[in-house]
């Protein structure tokens, strides 16, 4: 098993639990992201620049990922992908990503995207708190648990 970050928008503070995780249970992760990435030295931890462009980390993640990764996105269409391809999808703020609940989460996506097209000013996502980075370092350390 190897965690996929898609990293150009992946929190500094989101990283390093990884960058934490990876060296504590000897797990490969690699960031993927359209910009150069500063990274711990460590054996486990690698990154893979690709091209600017909509979509260019995605694809690339989802073109080297196996059945079992892990994949850390706030991007639902790449989650989706994810799991079409029997991997795993973790989102910053710990929530998992299932067969069970992402068609409801890519549907309120495209509502959004709807209400947004529209002229609605729909706000963005919260900041990410403390409780987010917990949720997001126990959902990890739960997952990791029950596939090394």
């Not at 609605?120 to 350390?141: H, I, K, S, W, Y």
């Amino acid at each position: 098993m190897r965690i996929w970050v898609d990293a150009d928008a992946c929190p500094r503070v989101i990283r390093d639990i990884l960058f934490r995780a990876a060296e504590r249970v000897g797990v490969a992760i690699t960031l993927v992201a359209n910009q150069p990435m500063s990274l711990p030295p460590s054996r486990l931890i690698r990154s893979i620049q690709v091209a600017p462009g909509f979509d260019v980390a995605d694809n690339e993640i989802v073109k080297r990922l196996e059945p079992g990764d892990l994949v850390i996105t706030a991007d639902i269409p790449l989650a989706a992908e994810v799991i079409a391809k029997d991997a795993h999808a973790l989102n910053p703020r710990g929530q998992l990503y299932t067969r069970e609940n992402i068609r409801e989460r890519l549907n309120m996506r495209d509502f959004m995207e709807t209400l947004r097209s529209t002229g609605v000013n729909t706000g963005g996502p919260a900041t990410l708190g403390e409780r987010d980075r917990q949720a997001f370092a126990n959902a990890l350390d739960a997952f990791l648990t029950r596939r090394t």
